[in-house]
């Protein structure tokens, strides 16, 4: 089968950013400022083609492929080449029901940030970043090889750190370098996780794929497959010690990625110092591979390990869950509340991966796809505030409804997805965890007070949401008193690019709300299968809710 | 493994094992005759006739060039550099120079040939950037006596680059303590000239002073312990020295002698406690010598640690786990934070990348710390001696990529240096905006130092964490599969070596990522708007380097095996 990933999904847009990039390199100020229109064009095209591909795949117009049904640790599309013989390192890309609405959202998420900033500045070299951000994105997703895997997670911080350090606030400096080093940091533990479990692998059975010079491989089929036949046959893969060790390295790369309290404090610096674009991709993918990689690797190789961390990981989700609604409640920069908001959002995964339920996974998965919609919306209703009013302070634009009915209207509408409005793609996921996690307290006996937390924490949301709508769009709604940090300049609505962005982002919100199957039924059906191959032989005949 | 053929000097054979070494010697004639040719003649006595003599007298147009030097090393280095890369091509040979009583002076095998790759690159590429480096005033127009003094010194410049290179490549073929001291101190007293080099910078004086007085205190240290060895065994071949040791290696006697040794040595490798002179030379020193210092000369010092510990003082000489391991563990570990830490806190970029190859340095210690413990535990360590050829494997590559990375961010600051000096971070300001395509190579060589995919610099830290774990882990995952339980502290104490590895690369993210936000973010110094000087010798040396160090992190497995034949070839126990 031609291979559709490599060159088409990876490849492509991670070349041509880098051709667009030679090309402006030599170039000075003004002839960058003539180029930024046709840069702008081509990748907007480019970004499109992508789209195309992805939404061509799940129509089954490329390949034909069902995505519902695929069993774990089953991929299509898959193709291996060689890359590192000695060492059995692989170029495999292929995409299962965890990976593929993560591709599909990456290549939905770039034209419409394209479009959203559509007229940032030096933009000759700012597509093309997006560009290269997007391929970079994408290849983490579609690896299948640890060490492709790894590279491609490190890649993502390259275009990121310069979108933030070159576009960003007044304090992009600290925050690109904290954003770089406190992600750096957690992924190179992780990485010794990684290799650390490669020569754990019992390299006298001959393992396919193994590299000439170790006897082991990169391999991620092949590892889970050996996992899978371990952990199912009874036995704690690799032995309990060193299953739990390796989960939680791998396990605190992945938490800061998420981010999950307490390693969240790069997150509102990174945010409110990104520029939009940044922020949309970090909040809408970026966050999102933390919870993938989880799905991917710890769960997926050493789910002892995850029951026995169980109360851990669902202590966390929920701290991250409460402790990130509450500071939302202090923040006055709108920017940084959001972006508190999707530490409460993460937190919410956390808690459907801990419960160790079908649904609750599922949720997790919906939760991924949704919020990597949602908080997108967020942040170019943000940035879209910042470009217009030069502040981010709640209260420094009141009566907004009358000024820039636009802005007010897609704030208000990003808002209540975000606090989970029925009928928004939020609300689907938000339910279907609360469900999965009464049902696992039932269950398994915990306590039921675990349930105050969420309960506790749809008030605050609903709180924070609509008291920062209220100082915003309503209130004093004067047109003699407009906001102090505009010096007089007439009060302008949002360009007429960032109203397109909004109302696509509106637009998908809505219809993965009332038609969550969409992408729901192939996530459900992914996590039946990983549930009843991998959870259910460790619980022992316990049937939770499959 | 080829057949080891035995050549006496300048017998059959020797002159194609030796052929880059020769070509070394020849270039170095060169460059000491051919910039003195001129119209000097020859009065016979007693006679009016003068015979045309060819040596001294007034210079003829094309040798009086100040730039012919540099160009003559430049080939000759290029040329030995090309000439390794051939033999490495047309399959490996192993040829013993052996004397006449039937000492063994010489082997000529993969691991000499990988290490003189890398002394040829590295100093080719500095000697050819060197041209710009190298103020050269006067030419056509009217010479003043002291520029013209000054063109000329700069033979000696070159001379010494070539010498340098000889004595490494000595170092690299020694399988004689003696012999290896000889090459070593031709390299390191090349080395303490060329840091003094620019005599009329005070700091280059003084640091050229300081690491002359420091190298030879350790060189001095070092003498005495080859002494005590020779007292001991009779011998300084490295052979008649490891069957010793085997036998009787754990008394007193020795293992000071070792530890002496290794002081030389570990100078060399900027070790600490031993690499105090290390930042002030490399800040006095033009960047391209201070590029060979932290490539080249650490490569060096490495043979010298790897001959002493594996080939001497060899693990497999008291049942596997070598007797020097813990205290080799902790200067590893202490070293490589030493230096993050120190790093952090320097201003001047190029006192920064001394600190950060002391931290390169510890890195190499820990790998070769592995190697030491490489059969630590018979019963789960089955297939030990893959992994010592493994971290050995990482190690030589390791050496071998950081003469891209680490020698083309000394290249950048180069040619900073010669708009007007390099010593303030603030001195890189602005780059990006002054000459983009430089600042992205600093910033690929500043990634790849930290270890950032897809980079050279990635996968070589990859492939020595990779080693330590190997010997760390051992067969341990056929054991559990067969039933066994281990747990986290049934590793080898290594393990925690690599854990303190990725942690310190973690540390070195915040300098090197500073260096980036300095070009990209901040505004040029006041008076270095503008293009940067010409050169487009050290453009091309920069370019060279980045072409390697991305294109071995995409696609390095040849050079992997390249390394690992090589690291094959260091011993045959393995």
Redesign the interface.
Known sequence: MQDWISMPLVGFPLVASIVLLAFVSNTNESMRKRLSDPIRMASLLFSLILLTFTTGMFFQYFGNVSWEGISFNNYEFTHRYTWIESLGIHWTVGLDALSFPMVWLTTFLLPVTIIATWNEKNGAVYFPILLAMGGALIGVFVALDLFMFYGFWELTLIPMFFLILKWGGKDRKYASQKFFIYTFTASVVMLLGLITLYFFQDPVNPLQYAGSMTGRTFDIPTITQHALMENSNGNWYLGANIQKVLFAMLMLGFLVKLPAVPFHTWLPDAHVQAPTGGSMLLAGVMLKMGAYGMFRLPISLFPHALQYFQFVLMTIGMVSLVWGAIVCLGQTNLKKMVAYSSVSHMGVILIGIATMQPMGWAAALFMMFAHGIISPMLFAVCGAFKHHYHSMEIGAMRGMAKHSPWLATSMMFAWMASLGLPLLAGFVAELMMLIALWYFLVAEGWSVFWMVGPALVLAVTAAYYLWSMQRTIFEGGDETQPPTSLDGEPIPDIANPEKLAMIILALFTIVFGVMPWIALDMMHDWTIQIFEGLILPILGGFNGGA | MSKLTTVEPFGDGFVSALCPELMLFAGMLLLILIPNLGRGTFRIPGTQLRLPWLLGGTRFKFTSDPRLPAWIASITLGGAFLNVLYIFSQGLERVSIVSESGKELLLVNGFSRIFELIFFGALALAAFSSMNRLQVKGIGSKVTEQELYNNRRQADFYILMVTCALGMSVVALAQDLFVLFIGLELASFSTYVLVAFLKESKVGVESGMKYFIVGSVASGVGLYGLSMLYLWAGSLQFTVLAATFAESGTTALPLIGIGFVLVGFGFKVSAAPFHFAAPDAYAGATSPVAGVLATASKAMGMIGLVRMLLIVAAPESSDGSAVWLVCLGAMAAITMTWGNLAALGSDNPKRMLAYSSVAHAGYMLAALTAVGAWNWDAAVSG?AS?AAV?VM?ALLFHLVVLVAFKLGAFLVLSILESEGGASRLSSLGGLAKRE??LA?AMFIFM?SL?????MAG?LSK??V??GI??V??G????E??DG?????GDMHWV?WL??LM??N??IS??YY??VV?VM??EEPEEGREGPLPNGWQVRVAILACVLTTVLVGI???SL??LC?MAAQSLNYNW
Do not use: H, K, N, Q
């Open positions: 297939d893959a493994a494997t983009p395509l992205v990634i930290a270890g950032v995919p897809p990635f990859l492939l964490i990779m774990v190997r760390a882990v067969d341990m995952g056929a559990i599969a066994g339980i281990y747990a986290l393990w690599a854990l990725v942690i690369s973690a993210v915040f990522l500073r936000v990209f973010f696609a390095g497995d992997i095996r690992e």
